[in-house]
């Protein structure tokens, strides 16, 4: 191929997917190409000359029950070994949890109750009830209908911590939030 033919075609390429509305001429092929080769962006290509194409990006809307930002995000409250009390520093939380479905009148949650992996499938299943209804109880007293919740219990079936130690049973002794429709 000719040489000048293949960086008419470099520098086009790059003035493309720069966005800019008037090419650079053929005659400044040589400096021009090995810029735009190295990728050393718009204003190099163009000789400087010209500003760069401004782009319009929509905004994007996201529910706040979808953003990681949000404080709907913190979707568990976890519990000490044995014990299915609502700790004070879960009751942000579930504060804010309720404040959502109040405002959010279309909005259901299931409460589902967890357990680590000590103690027997019955016991394990019996505590992760009362786990979950400790949450629902704190929701219903922020003023969220029980008729829009409801609460279930997985006992030790559905871990998050995998290990056999204090860290990962933790994690396993706590009631998750989620939500069945929007």
């Not at 033919?5 to 190409?33: D, E, K, N, Q």
């Not at 929509?58 to 000490?80: E, T």
């Not at 000590?118 to 029980?146: C, F, H, P, T």
Request: a positive charge; aromatic letters at 4%.
């Amino acid at each position: 191929m000719n040489s000048k033919f293949l960086a008419g075609a470099v520098i086009a390429l790059a003035l493309v997917a720069a966005g800019c509305s008037s090419p650079t001429p053929l005659s400044s092929t040589a400096s021009s190409a090995s810029g735009a080769a190295a990728g050393s962006g718009a204003g190099a290509a163009t000789g400087g000359t010209q500003p760069a194409a401004k782009s319009t990006v929509a905004a994007v809307v996201v529910h706040p029950l979808d953003d990681p930002k949000s404080p709907l995000a913190a979707r568990s409250v976890h519990f000490d070994f044995d014990s299915y009390v609502v700790h004070a520093s879960d009751a942000a939380i579930l504060d804010n949890h309720g404040k959502y479905m109040l405002s959010h009148q279309t909005a259901n949650l299931r409460l589902e109750g967890h357990a680590d992996e000590r103690g027997g499938r019955e016991y394990n299943l019996a505590l992760g009830q009362k786990r979950a209804e400790a949450a629902l109880q704190s929701l219903k007293l922020l003023g969220v209908s029980d008729k829009r919740m409801e609460a279930i219990s997985f006992g030790k079936e559905k871990p998050v911590g995998l290990g056999h130690d204090e860290e990962s049973w933790s994690k396993n002794r706590r009631a998750d939030l989620n939500y069945k429709t929007r």
